[in-house]
Structure formats: C-alpha cells, structure tokens
C-alpha cells in the first residue's frame, strides 16, 4: 500500500484527485482487508459507527427508527445486530442478513452513513428493504419486507406472574445484556422471592448478547459463588475463567430457559450456564452460534477495529460457536396461533415443562 501511495503521489497525471480522495481510497481498502477475513463479527468501523456502537452499549431507551445495526460490506449492506421487539425483529430481519435494495434503489454504491440516512424517517413511516439471506449451506434466498418505523423503549428485563395449573410461576424476559441490566434484573429477583413463586422461565429468545460481564452477572443469581459460569480462551491473552458472584438467591428454583434462533453471543453462554450450573432445561429451537469474543481497538482517528480474539465455552467447555445450542426439548412457534390469538406456544411448553420440574 505504501508502495502503491508513493508511486501515485510521484507519477500519476491528476493530482488533485489523489487529494480529494487518498483518505477514502485508504479507509475502502481498510475495510477489504478486514473483510477478507471472512469472519462476520470482524469489521473496520468508521467514526460515525463506533459512536453508535458506544451509544448502543449504554443501553439507551427511545430509539428512533428500525433499531438495526448495519454496516458496508462488499455489494451491500449488512444487518449486524437486531434489538428485540424493534420494528426489524417484527418485520422478521435477522443478523447478517444483506439489504441489497433499500426502496427499488441499491446499496453497493451507498455508505453506512448513506445507508442510515434513507433508512431513518419518521415513527409511523414505511419502508422497503429486499434482503438477501444466506444460510450456514451458502445457500441464499431472497425476501422484501416491510418495516413500520417507531420510536421504541424497551427495558432490557421484563417480568411478570403467570399462572399455571394454580401454580406460580415467574416470567422474566432478558431482551439484552446491556450495563443497567443487572440492577433491573436483581430488582425482579427481590420480586420474584417475596411472591414466593415455585418456578422460573428466562425468556432469552431474540436475545442478541452485548456485554458478557453482564450474563455473568445475571448468572450469579442462581449459581453458587466461585462455581464456573464461561470459560474464555485467548490466542495472546491469559484465559479467563469467569465465576459466579454468588448472588445465589435462585438456585434451588426449578428454571426453564427459552431459546430461539436468534439467542446469540452472551445470553447462548447464559443458557449453558443455567444447564450445566443448575440443571435448567431448555425449551425452544436451536440458538443462533455466535461463541467467539470480540474486542475493539482505537485509532487516532476516530475509526476502530472490532475484532474476533477469542472463544467462549460453557463449564465442561462445550463450544457452541458455528453450531449453537440444541434445546433440551424442541418447540417450534405455531405462527398462525399466534398471529389470530397471540397465543405463544413455546411459552405454553416451558410452563407444562416447568409445572413437572415442580411437581417432582
């Protein structure tokens, strides 16, 4: 690249365009060369993304548009992260889908900053994205969807009593692992011990992951402390192995666990955790089988380096990465069900399953 800079810098006819464009000439061949990786979760980010990407780890309610995550990759634009209940997670888009038309126009011409700008319009209004999806097979297929954009605010713990059977039971639902999330997490769990509940269902389907120390955290509260909850290994770093702190106030409650196929990253750890740490069981359909660890590098200028340096296991050093979490019990969502009644049949299973934890 040097080499290739000094050449044209010494005989190249127009000048000037070398100084219009030398800066984005570099930035575009940064992004090739991290990209050639082929690794999905390794990415250049520009300034304008990684200020998003701090945003985004500060867990900030009341965000305006679709809530994906996107970036430029090659011809067209990758969805690198889906916030649940967002307008995409409804429409149905999915991370590392590919948003090759936005409207009937395409994006291989089009930067991430470009890209945002069409993409975000005001709460209420529609927009069109043509979405090439391709499969762990390579095989692709090709889907137009529709997205409302809202501005949306969702907690990162939601929870709830449900009744079943004249039992207790409590509902939480983890749609993210963001840093206030323990504190709304252990605000439930006082809840959940003065209702003096039989049982537990953790709903992490749709669960993207963010910040593992968090899924440690979370973790806490049913494992014993200094029992293992993931182990890290490191090319160049020490390994890491991460214990419970020992918050401790569920153990000896029967817990299921609900996974789906975007259950990913931190909350798949969370998942195995719970197996392995206190015999939960899990409900639902396979997880998604992102287990390697990122960090992000920062440049002078703005611009950052996330990259993939690490892999995470659970306690017995079950690897989930490219393959993911095989529930313990498969349940599929009966979509017309819950489309005419919001009647949600994975969740009807965990009680049942529940109910016979309890029973036992």
Do not use: C
Request: proline share 2%; charged share 25%; no cysteine.
């Amino acid at each position: 690249m040097e080499e290739i800079s000094n050449l044209l810098w010494k005989e190249y006819y127009d000048k000037s365009i070398l100084t219009g464009n030398e800066e984005i000439m570099i930035e575009n061949a940064t992004k090739a060369f991290v990209d050639w990786l082929g690794d999905p979760f390794t990415v250049y980010l520009d300034e304008e993304q990684y200020s998003w990407l701090q945003t985004e780890l500060e867990g900030e309610n009341a965000i305006e548009g679709i809530w994906a995550v996107i970036r430029k990759k090659d011809y067209y634009i990758q969805v690198d992260e889906v916030l649940k209940d967002s307008p995409a997670y409804k429409a149905g888009i999915i991370p590392l889908d590919r948003i090759v038309l936005i409207w009937t126009g395409e994006t291989k011409e089009l930067t991430t900053t470009e890209a945002v700008e069409r993409i975000r319009w005001p709460k209420g209004t529609d927009i069109n994205l043509f979405i090439e999806r391709v499969d762990k097979s390579w095989q692709k297929e090709y889907l137009e969807v529709v997205v409302t954009r809202d501005i949306i605010d969702v907690p990162s713990v939601r929870s709830k009593i449900l009744d079943y059977s004249w039992t207790k039971i409590w509902y939480l639902e983890i749609t993210t692992f963001w840093k206030q999330t323990n504190s709304l997490f252990s605000k439930a769990i006082s809840d959940i011990v003065e209702a003096k509940t039989k049982g537990v269902i953790v709903d992490l389907r749709g669960n993207g992951g963010w910040i593992l120390t968090t899924a440690v955290q979370l973790a806490g509260h049913f494992i014993p402390k200094w029992e293992m909850v993931v182990k890290t290994k490191y090319s160049v770093f020490n390994d890491i192995n991460y214990t419970s702190n020992g918050f401790w106030e569920l153990e000896k409650v029967p817990t299921i666990v609900l996974i789906d196929a975007l259950t990913a990253s931190a909350s798949e750890i969370l998942a195995l955790a719970l197996k392995e740490g206190v015999n939960a069981t899990i409900v639902g359909t396979q997880s998604f089988w992102k287990g390697t660890i990122q960090t992000v590098y920062d440049f002078k200028d703005g611009t950052s380096l996330k990259y993939t340096i690490g892999e995470r296991f659970s306690p017995s050093w079950l690897s989930i990465n490219g393959t993911g979490i095989v529930p313990d019990i498969e349940e599929k969502v009966d979509y017309t069900w819950y489309i005419e009644d919001w009647f949600d049949s994975q969740l009807q299973k965990a009680q049942e399953v529940l109910f016979e934890k309890i029973k036992k």
